[in-house]
């Protein structure tokens, strides 16, 4: 009687320390995302900086007045191509506000 019940709390302690670990297909998810998230720490820093640096480039390029000629020319221009086609010019104004100046893009994104 004793055997048998030192069995069975064997076998039920076995079974419930089998169900307390996790299976392979568990851990591998677990894995990546601890693997993500080390590496956008590792990441962080470096993308601030590279924010800072195209920041830095835009406000220096802005800055020049040369450029700031080629802004003005274009917004007129855009303005008066959209009282060429017919809109008003009060709406024509209120489309080139809404567009700001246009931005630089990158292929494929």
Known sequence: MRATTLAVALLISVQSLA??????????????????????????????????????ATLTALAKPENAELAAKFTKNYYDALVKLGFTPEQALQIVIAAGLPRSTVPGR
Do not use: L
Request: hydrophobic share 40%; glycine share 6%.
């Open 19 to 56: 169900a307390q670990q996790p299976t392979r297909a568990d851990s591998v998810p677990r894995q990546v995302k601890q693997m993500q998230g080390e590496m956008m720490q590792s990441m962080g820093p470096m993308m601030v900086q590279m924010a800072i640096a195209s920041m830095e």
